[in-house]
């Protein structure tokens, strides 16, 4: 009886080892800083923040920066 209760017990902590794998994998998220920037997370090992004024600006720009981004294609690196 005790080894059916201890291979439940492994196979719970499995699949809660697996739920919280899958959890950091999510993705890139935004969150509001203590100092009232948005930091999208998911991107590098650190946030990246700005304020909100400064992110319409930032994508206002989506198109130039697309344009740049395939003008310089060759000179620019890849993850």
Do not use: C
């Not at 509001?32 to 994508?59: M, N």
């Amino acid at each position: 009886m005790a080894d059916e209760d201890l291979q439940a017990e492994l196979e719970r902590l499995r699949a809660e080892n697996e739920a919280l794998k899958d959890k950091e994998k999510k993705g890139i998220r935004l969150q509001v800083s203590q100092k009232g920037a948005v930091s999208l997370y998911g991107i590098r090992r650190f946030p990246i923040t700005f304020y909100g004024d400064e992110w319409d600006t930032i994508l206002g720009m989506t198109d130039e920066i697309k344009s740049f981004i395939q003008e310089h294609a060759d000179e620019l690196k890849r993850k």
